[in-house]
């Protein structure tokens, strides 16, 4: 049995209420464990917790500009891996014509996110038609493939030897954020149907890491129908529905969107300003002192960031103190606009993560001084 520590106090010159009412000149950061589920403080300090003049060794912010992979590839098992740990994998798949093979991950489920193009994705299930914005959760052992329409941009987040679930909503409820059905999934409809032909079709499988490639005289993708209670499926970031709070900031935990084993996935929409006039309306410095965090920036005003646009990636990892850059904290004083406009995939992960080779490749090394005044 453990009981948690909780010894609620106020000390110096402090807000009573987290996020709001700060000491006129300061700038809050939270310390909190369990990915701002857990206890935490709030300090209340003079100047900018990101205000550094030099920054040595290897706990260092990151950013990568996935626009500048290579995009020559034709399977998602030749993607770059851009991170990595025990637990989770993401990689940077770029599909510039149909896939020609089918592909089926033996070693967890994947969750695609759609970062541009459109087409059709074919697989066990059916037929689904998918366009930039999809999330597409994949079981463990799916076979699938995609024929494009336009050339495709895919953030692939592997569940290592496990599965997705969707966050407990507590007192939300369960249709708060997206209703469940709201949730797409395949159709065994005529398109499906016209593509069982009888040609040779290769299976490329990864498990472990290797693949393994089964050739069969005619297309697998042949059932005739199923049933059960697993299956692929599909959300749109636009039928996501934030919970905001007009009198409070909430913590990215709030949009989460998926859970795997040991990290999260969330999704930041666009949703209105904080409009109390003492509620914090940017994210607070804080160090996430128990998760590395990684943001995929997929479309709009990424608000409380500079230099950083759709395609990109950012990894501050467990410890590193960071939050808004310094054109959106002004711009927090003189708020013009009413909402944010962006859309970002956001990664939690309990354990640290790896950076692939290709990663570092198209890594943006002046990141680290970013926060500075310019
Ligand atoms: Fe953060």
């Not at 995009?71 to 994998?89: D, E, F, G, M």
């Not at 059916?126 to 597409?136: C, F, M, Q």
């Amino acid at each position: 049995m453990k009981n948690r520590i909780s010894l609620p106090r106020v000390e110096g010159t402090a807000s009573r209420q987290a996020h709001a009412d700060l000491p006129p000149g300061t700038f809050e950061r939270e310390i909190s464990k369990e990915g701002f589920f857990g206890p935490a403080a709030f300090f209340h300090h003079r100047h900018p917790p990101t205000g550094w003049v030099n920054f040595e060794g290897p706990l260092r912010p990151h950013a990568f500009d996935l626009n500048k992979l290579d995009k020559s590839q034709n399977s998602p098992w030749s993607a770059p891996t851009i991170l990595h740990n025990a637990h989770v994998q993401v990689r940077y798949c770029t599909l510039e014509t149909s896939m020609d093979h089918l592909a089926r991950n033996a070693d967890g489920d994947d969750l695609l996110f759609v970062h541009a193009g459109m087409g059709e994705l074919f697989c066990d299930y059916g037929r689904l038609s998918v366009t930039a914005g999809d999330y597409i959760l994949l079981p463990r052992g799916t076979m699938w493939r995609f024929e494009n329409a336009q050339p495709l941009a895919l953030l692939m987040i592997e569940a290592v030897n496990a599965s997705y679930s969707l966050p407990d909503k507590g007192i939300l409820g369960g249709h708060a954020i997206f209703d469940p059905a709201m949730l797409d999934v395949p159709q065994m409809d005529a398109a499906f149907v016209t593509q069982q032909r009888d040609d040779v079709w290769q299976v490329k499988v990864k498990r472990r890491n290797s693949i393994s490639v089964v050739t069969y005289p005619f297309n697998p993708l042949d059932a005739t129908g199923w049933h059960g209670d697993l299956c692929v499926v599909r959300i749109n970031v636009k039928d996501i529905r934030p919970v905001l709070s007009h009198r409070y900031h909430l913590p990215p935990s709030a949009h989460t969107t998926f859970v795997g084993d040991r990290f999260v996935v969330c999704t930041f929409v666009p949703r209105p300003f904080e409009t109390d006039p003492g509620a914090l309306k940017v994210p607070f410095f804080h160090n996430n002192d128990d998760y590395d965090e990684v943001i995929f920036y997929h479309a709009g005003d990424f608000f409380s960031r500079d230099n950083i646009g759709p395609g990109m990636m950012t990894l501050h990892p467990c410890g590193f103190t960071h939050g808004p850059h310094p054109k959106a904290l002004k711009n927090m004083l003189v708020q013009s606009k009413p909402a944010t406009n962006e859309y970002a995939v956001m990664i939690d992960s309990r354990d640290a993560l790896e950076i692939g080779d290709a990663a570092s490749a198209v890594e943006w090394q002046g990141y680290v001084d970013s926060w500075k005044e310019k």
